[in-house]
């Protein structure tokens, strides 16, 4: 009896201790939270690797997986029976293929676009200066450029990571390694994705109520089907506005027309901000190179692009399986962005529509419930 009573006020003392422990924790944590800070950095060096290897193997899995259907249709015993290594060699490959194309026809364009934006930069300079002086000579309130303090802040903005040979070398060397072990981890994950989902299934059920692994499960689905086409069609999506970027600033005469367009094309996988930026940084560059009317002419043009791509192209591309409130985009964005910077925005619209689902979801059960009894008083009575 009295082992009993001692083994129930045990119990009943288990969860103030356990607030207890969690009270000493976060003290020790706000305390010591450069220390902590620290921590959680080392142990994000280490594992950043096989985090973009996990990336690289989702990325790759998408075009991986239809090239895989493709192969079984062949009816080929052997080629059916290795479909996952053919398929991963095959995209692997075609990646290899596209950087090697990109080297060799995009990269020079580029060099060439820089080298001239470098040999121009007094000019451009010049330009600058007189916009600014422009701008003072209508002394507005509260409002004065200075040239002088914009060049000082340029003058002391340094790298001195790269200011070293040595430290260059090492960071390339140290940029080499993770690179290649995120590029094997990758190739692992896409072998053994199978056993991976199995494993991690079998860990929800033995965890968890089957509604809760149920729930789990479908939402999963949900998001990874999401962020598949969300990837897809942002990556169509920015290809074709890059495209269309490149042949206007062509057209209007901007030396940097495939730089723009490439970076255009980019930069539209943030949704609202990263067509913005890349706007307003297009319309300076042409406004430096090729004055102020050519960068009015190129404003229009851009604006009228971003209008059809936003109004015609992606809606077409995403359909209405991505239909959220602006103010709700932006939001998400803006949490997303704060959080892990451009993987965060990226990832924000499929996180969030998932996000959406649940919640109405979980609105309606509670309003269903609501309504049962209801119903149930209504036949009652009847």
Sequence with gaps: MNKTLRSRKLKSLLPYFLLAVAIIVAYRII?????????????????????????????????????????????????????????IIIVFALFTLILILILNLVIPSINQSIALFITNLPAYYDSVTRAIDYINSYELPGVHISPETIMAMLQNFRIDSLALPFNALINFTTALFRIFLAFISSIYILLEKEKFKAFLCRALEAFSSPLACRLTIEYANKLNGNFKRYIYTQTIDGCILGSIVTIELYL??????????????VVNYVPYFGSIFGSIVAVIIVGLTQGFTMAAIAALVLLITQQIDGNVIQPRLLGSSFSLNPFLVIVSITIG??????????AAIPIVQVLNEMFKGILEYYERKKLEPAEKGGKAEL
């Design 31 to 87: 305390n010591e939270f450069s220390f902590f800070i620290s921590v959680v950095r080392s142990i994000w060096d280490i594992l950043t690797p096989f985090f973009y290897g996990f990336l690289l193997a989702y990325i790759v899995n998408i075009p991986s997986s239809g090239i895989q259907r493709l192969l079984i249709k062949t009816n080929i015993k052997f080629i059916a029976k290795r479909k996952k290594i053919i398929s």
């Design 337 to 346: 962005g704060a959080i892990a910077g451009i993987l965060g925005m990226i």
């Design 252 to 265: 209007i005469g901007s030396p940097y027309a495939l730089i723009l367009g490439i970076m255009l094309g």
